[in-house]
């Protein structure tokens, strides 16, 4: 009986018998973020975060604010009323508490500081430097926001000749009636008779967040003048930036590099997303991006309109 041998033939082409590496294998559909997705996930991450802070800040982030700074501010003033330091008159530093503006009809009791730049506006009404603080001698003027920031003097609008509102500082009470609301084109008020007192108060006018002009409320005192000094700022030398609808070019530099910190952050949590994974990125990411778009967006409301 004959035995059959089997035959082991080596691979053609004289390579190596040892099979090669396989690659690992991948779950399927998985994918690999490439350049672009990712460069794509840090922009998103900055726009979300800015328009986030954005409408935080101007909207109920705002408002809190407002709040909290009307009590802060309020506190300061009645301590300088009571103890007969309040400023009337002369240089006044920017946002120092000079008044408080109470208007009964719309039920509104506001500190008016020093200044109307976008950035003391934030804080409350503001008077215009290069005019006498309320209860003196000549045209006293007092700026406020219409919406963001608390928007103080919303209702202004709503006042009605006749109305009376008083407005009490370091010379006491001074009271004031509304003579006539005045928009773009409308004729100006009767000229002020010499040694009487006359405020202004001022805002955007129409629609919130879309103002269309400029809204004036006219109030001559019905009490008694009171002695007046030189304003902080002569008149016609007031910054452009205390000017009705004025923005404030200054928050220009603070915003680019608030800005920078927002993207290099954002960097960051898209890097991280990449190499730890979503649940630690949202851990530090959040909180992060989220400060970070409020700071921006807060210098980013600085340019707006100071009336808005």
Do not use: C, K
Not at 146 to 174: A, K
Not at 221 to 240: F, M, T
Request: glycine residues 12%; without cysteine; proline residues 9%.
């Amino acid at each position: 009986m004959t035995s059959s041998t089997a035959v082991v033939r080596a691979p053609s082409g004289g390579g190596s018998s040892d099979p090669s590496p396989a690659e690992p294998a991948r779950a399927p559909g998985t994918r690999t973020a490439g350049p672009g997705v990712r460069v794509l996930g840090v922009a998103l991450s900055i726009l979300g975060a800015l328009l986030l802070g954005f409408v935080l800040d101007v909207g109920p982030l705002g408002d809190l604010r407002h709040v909290r700074d009307r009590q802060v501010d309020y506190a300061a003033l009645r301590s300088t009323l009571a103890n007969g330091v309040t400023p009337v008159g002369g240089a006044i530093d920017p946002g120092t508490p000079l008044a408080l503006l109470t208007i009964p009809a719309l039920h509104l009791h506001e500190v008016v500081r020093e200044g109307t730049t976008a950035q003391d506006l934030s804080r409350g009404p503001g008077h215009r430097r290069d005019t006498p603080l309320p209860g003196q001698a000549g045209v006293s003027v007092v700026m406020g926001r219409q919406t963001t920031f608390g928007g103080p003097f919303l209702h202004l609008r709503e006042l009605r000749p006749g109305d009376e509102f008083t407005v009490t500082t370091g010379q006491g009470r001074q009271t004031y009636r509304v003579l006539d609301l005045r928009r773009g084109g409308d004729p100006q008020p009767v000229a002020l008779a010499a040694g009487r007192s006359r405020l202004t108060l001022v805002t955007a006018d129409g629609t919130p967040f879309m103002p269309r002009g400029i809204l004036r409320v006219d109030a001559d005192l019905v009490s008694q003048v009171q002695a007046a000094s030189a304003p902080g700022v002569a008149p016609g030398a007031l910054p452009e930036a205390e000017t009705p609808m004025a923005v404030q070019s200054s928050a220009w530099l603070p915003l680019v590099l608030w800005g920078q910190a927002l993207v290099l952050a954002a960097a960051a949590v898209a890097w991280s997303h990449a190499r730890w994974g979503r649940r630690h990125t949202w851990v530090f990411g959040v909180p992060l991006l989220g400060v970070l778009g409020l700071t921006v967006a807060d210098q980013a409301a600085q340019l707006l309109p100071n009336l808005m």
